[in-house]
């Protein structure tokens, strides 16, 4: 959909994913937020270097782990980044765990290590901890009746730039009814209009400041 509107699109088969044998896969854990999103930078900078990518207008999105990267990339990442979209992502390692219907499922698959092992690693390891770097305009959505990844994660990141970052673009939109991912097509419709719309405005001007989008979606036919 963003490539026929002329984006350059980049799925990276970062370490840790699938496809490449057992070892890639267990090759980022016990290092959360480390490695693995760095792949993702690396893999920008390759991008850029072959003359793909302007430097200047990079834009992030996913959801849910990779809502967790996007947050990640528009705070501890945030110089590499115009413009970011995350959806049911992780902001707070720590009130993670204790909102979430599978709170082993960082030690089991990432960390490998239990929450209370490690409290200021868990903190470091999450991006409302470098908020202060953070000049990424960032549009959070979040299905209001998640259990896997709480609400509250998008909560907690909207409100640390608003109240600390008072001057970036930031919006945070809730679908009723939603979880850990829209299912009703109206939600699905929603959440890709207000996607390509922030891009739209933060990548392809180039301008940090420019306004938000209207809260109202409208769209004409052609």
Known sequence: MAATTGYAVF????????????????????????KEFDDIVDGVDYLIAQGIV???????????????????????YS????????FVGISNNISK?????????????????????DWEGQLKRSPVYYVDRAQTPILIMHGANDPRVH???????????????P???VRLVYYPGEGHGNTKSGSRYDYNIRMMQ??????????????????????TKK
Do not use: C
Request: aromatic share 12%; glycine share 12%; no cysteine.
């Open 11 to 34: 799925y990276p088969n970062y370490r840790g994913s699938t496809g490449r044998g057992n070892e890639f896969t267990y090759s980022s854990q016990g290092d959360l937020a480390g």
């Open 54 to 76: 302007d430097k200047s207008r990079v834009g992030v999105t996913g959801g849910s782990y990779g809502g967790y990267a996007s947050a990640w990339m528009s705070t501890y």
């Open 79 to 86: 110089d590499r980044f115009a413009a970011a979209v995350m």
């Open 97 to 117: 765990w204790g909102t979430s219907d599978i709170p082993g499922e960082m030690r089991l698959v990432h960390d490998r290590k239990e929450l209370w092992e």
């Open 151 to 165: 609400p509250t994660q998008s909560m907690e990141l909207y409100r640390h730039l608003k109240v600390r970052k």
């Open 167 to 169: 001057d970036l673009p």
């Open 198 to 219: 922030w891009f739209d405005i933060y990548l392809k001007t180039g301008n940090a400041k420019a306004e938000k989008p209207s809260l109202d979606i409208k769209t």
